[in-house]
């Protein structure tokens, strides 16, 4: 079945550190969501991208649509204490064109 | 304040008992889902619920019966679950199920198994 690799698993950084991670897909993708989900809470749509190449900006959240349709890519910059979470990849094509997630990226940020 | 609004948030029960999950959605969207998500694993889709009516359901043990009375209100209801159905329990809505309509989830139930 289709199958969403999100990496890194978890990433330690230093408050005002850039981060970057990203997923990768088997199949090609028509849609790509990027969600954060905060401990105790459900997750909360940051970004949503729909076209090859697109670049879309939330603040200091960064996300692109990849050129291949097979993958995406979040961007932090200048990380705050407050950015800790799992963030979770979500895309949508293939075969079933159903919303299938990533396993999540933990992100702590020391002050 | 997410649009979502679960309940109860956390529910500890016996393996023989009955009880059920609320969920309610005030964002006027027409379809609504039901995840599973445990430790260290992508989120798992249970139902899917679009204009009332089941459009999915994804192989799950009968033990879990979903219900929608409306298109603001799901429930899912338990009983006889086993210990490895500990896990947080999401609801979700969005505008229609296909194109590229993003869900929005409440905060989820913690259910505990004992």
């Known amino acids: 079945g289709q199958q969403l690799n999100q990496s890194p698993q978890s990433m330690f950084i230093q408050e005002g550190e850039d981060v970057s991670m990203n997923c990768t897909s088997s199949?090609?993708?028509?849609?790509w969501l990027w969600y954060k989900q905060d401990p105790g809470e459900g997750p909360v749509l940051l970004i949503a991208l729909y076209k090859a190449g697109e670049l879309t900006s939330n603040g200091r959240l960064t996300a692109q649509f990849g050129i291949t349709r097979k993958d995406s890519f979040l961007n932090i910059s200048a990380s705050i204490p407050s950015d800790v979470g799992i963030y979770f990849c979500a895309g949508r094509g293939g075969a079933t064109n159903k919303l299938i997630f990533g396993t999540g990226t933990l992100l702590a940020v020391q002050p | 304040e997410t649009g979502v609004t679960q309940t109860p948030r956390h529910l500890v029960m016996g393996m023989t008992n009955k009880k059920s999950l609320k969920c309610e959605q005030h964002l006027g969207h027409n379809a609504m889902y039901w995840y599973k998500q445990s430790a260290k694993k992508p989120l798992e889709l249970m139902f899917v619920y679009s204009l009332e009516e089941r459009v999915e359901n994804n192989s799950v043990p009968s033990r879990f019966s979903p219900e929608c009375p409306n298109s603001s209100h799901l429930f899912l209801h338990l009983h006889t679950l086993q210990p490895e159905d500990s896990a947080l329990y999401l609801c979700?809505?969005?505008?229609?199920?296909?194109?590229?309509?993003?869900?929005?989830f409440g905060d989820g139930t913690r259910l505990s198994i004992l």
């Open positions: 199949s090609i993708f028509n849609t």
């Open positions: 979700a809505s969005s505008h229609g199920t296909g194109g590229g309509q993003p869900q929005h």
